[in-house]
């Protein structure tokens, strides 16, 4: 005799005529076997906003303007079957993953490429960028201030820790990178503000942005790779993201050694940036978010043992001065270019 959750999936599952022989839960959902093939249903809270933000993805989808694994539209043309009170249901193809979760290092190669092609495919034109400086200079100054604060208290201890020790050591190299960025950054807002020549190039172009990238949002079957869960997906400037994501993959890796100029290559050889977006880029990714989160929680929280934060911080550092490097060759090889272009231009001149 079928069981009331069983009930419950035949009846979801009526709205596609589907008719299951077999299921079973995997993790978060539920493979669903029948005649016709295998899918997967999942269910979560979802809003009436994050099943339109599904809608986009799955418009996109079907212009093959991007690689997304989108719900499949019940008979009714519904995306997501209503739930009892916030919960949804949607149905999805089945896929066998051949790549395993934890190989987080194979999936953040194929996560750089899907992003830049779907950041590429989905570009809007330029952004006002006026709001945007000026929540960049809040930003880096927010950062820096949690660094001084920092530096300033472990300075007065009359023995600092460990920890602090170590990151008195290397404060200076960190906060140089700060201090060069958020000139940067108050120096473009300066130029937007007055409305220079200059500042009508410091638009930002718009694509659709995922929302949620991580290496778990990607389903790799073989050689088909789709990005998956876009219910927070949005059009806005996609450099934020994209420099999200590098600083994402050092910060959940933090180990030596990443192909970090090949996934440069990967993204931007799918998204070519201009010259613009480079020095954005290579500025955001100069003041990270992972060490200033490990000091507010050696200072507030103080959960975990000194050996802890000591090695964390070691293997971080390591890791994101791998990735500032990377980047710092490419932008300076991208100056040149666009320097030498200048260089012809006005010789032809």
């Known amino acids: 005799m079928a069981t009331e959750p069983d009930l419950q999936v035949r009846r979801l599952l009526f709205q596609y005529d589907l008719f299951p022989y077999q299921f079973s839960q995997h993790g978060s959902v539920m493979k669903i076997e029948t005649v016709i093939g295998n899918f997967a249903l999942k269910q979560k809270k979802i809003t009436r906003n994050q099943i339109n933000h599904l809608l986009t993805a799955y418009k996109l989808a079907g212009k093959l303007a991007i690689d997304a ?35 987080l290092l194979t999936r953040y190669t ?25 929540s960049m200079v809040q ?17 007065h201890h009359v023995y600092p820790s460990p920890f602090e020790q170590l990151v008195l050591s290397s404060a200076g190299g960190y906060l140089t990178n700060l201090q060069n960025a958020l000139l940067y950054f108050q120096g473009t807002q300066k130029e937007v503000e007055e409305g220079t020549e200059n500042a009508a190039k410091k638009g930002m172009r718009r694509a659709l942005c995922h929302g949620r990238l991580n290496p778990l949002h990607i389903v790799i079957e073989n050689e088909k790779c789709y990005l998956i869960n876009f219910e927070e997906c949005s059009y806005g400037i996609f450099i934020i993201e994209a420099a999200s994501l590098f600083e994402q993959a050092s910060a959940v890796l933090s180990k030596p050694h990443l192909p970090w100029k090949a996934w440069i290559s990967s993204y931007l050889a799918a998204c070519p940036l201009t010259d613009n977006e480079t020095t954005f880029l290579f500025h955001y990714l100069m003041c990270p978010l992972a060490p200033i989160n490990l000091l507010e929680k050696y200072r507030l929280q103080h959960d975990q043992s000194e050996f802890w934060f000591t090695q964390h911080w070691i293997t971080l550092q390591r890791a994101q001065s791998e990735m500032i490097r990377a980047f710092q060759g490419y932008y300076e090889e991208k100056q040149k270019q666009s320097n030498h272009q200048e260089e012809q231009t006005s010789d032809d001149s």
């Open 139 to 155: 930003l880096l100054t927010g950062r820096q201030n949690i660094w001084e604060r920092f530096v300033q208290e472990a300075e």
């Open 69 to 103: 694994l989108s719900p499949l539209p019940s008979k009714y043309g519904d995306l997501v079957i209503q739930g009892d009170g916030d919960s949804g249901y949607y149905l999805l193809p089945w896929f066998e993953e051949t790549v395993p979760e934890s190989d």
């Open 110 to 134: 194929r996560l750089f490429l899907k992003a830049g092609q779907m950041h590429q495919q989905t570009l809007r034109g330029d952004d006002n960028p006026d709001q945007l400086y000026q």
